[in-house]
């Protein structure tokens, strides 16, 4: 089996998707909001590409059942519910309710993934938990692809140092496996770091760029390892909790 990491959307590699296992990465904030919506008790969580598909797509809800969630240059959207601070994503707020999500990097890198074997959101916050599942599926021989959703189609640090852990956990102990450079490169970011995240994340432009806007706070939520350990799964449009009758 092989591992590979994309940066950015990978809508031209269909061949690192079909029949794939697929994590989604964004650190910096989507996967770690979208886990703690989840971890919070949200009934499911609706990625869509812009605001306006957003309030469209709300009309279909009773008010009570929806929260409208999502930020553009890191600030919420004007007239939403919730930006995109994951401490905002508290069970007062999501508990019960679909959240209607759109983001900058992080929605937009989980559109176009049909053809995978499954598709799952992590970060740092759920890293054992979603890695257990990468683990199960290697092991049985299913090539794993490591998205990095990026900054602005760019290559994010955080990402790359996040999918580099990703990477030692799912291949430790295994024998057989290919490490694609993407994937091996993400590894040496990982290791020159190591637990480091505050300093992980003063060297990343998404890092600095948050602290500007005010959310210095929200880097120590995204370094919390393990803090937040559920396994969101991607299917059917929706990202849900992995359930029992998913299990791998
Ligand atoms: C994104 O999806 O671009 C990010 O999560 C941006 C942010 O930090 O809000």
Known sequence: MRIDVV???????????????IAVIDVLRASTSIAF??????????????????ITRAKQFDKGEVRLAGERKMLIVPGFD????????????VEGKTVLLTTTNGTAAMFGLQAARDVVV??????????????????AGTDITLICAGRDKLFSLED??????YVRAIA????????????????????????????????????????????ANDLETCAAVDSCPVIPIFQDRQITLLGPDRER
């Open 160 to 165: 790359a140092a996040c999918a580099g852990r």
């Open 82 to 93: 919730l930006g995109n601070s994951p401490g905002e994503f508290t069970r007062e707020a």
């Open 7 to 21: 940066f950015g959307p990978p809508t031209a590699m269909p061949a690192l998707i079909a029949g794939r296992v």
């Open 172 to 215: 430790k102990r295994l024998t057989k496996v290919e490490i694609g450079d993407g994937a091996f490169a993400c590894t040496v970011i990982d290791r020159k770091y190591g637990d480091r995240l505050d300093q992980l994340f003063a060297d990343s432009e998404a890092g600095q760029a948050l602290v500007e806007a005010g959310f």
């Open 37 to 54: 919506a989840l971890g919070n008790g949200a009934r499911n969580i609706v990625p869509l590409e812009s605001a306006d598909e957003v």
């Open 122 to 139: 992590a970060s740092y916050v759920n890293l054992e938990a979603v890695s257990v599942l990468m683990r199960t599926a290697a092991r």
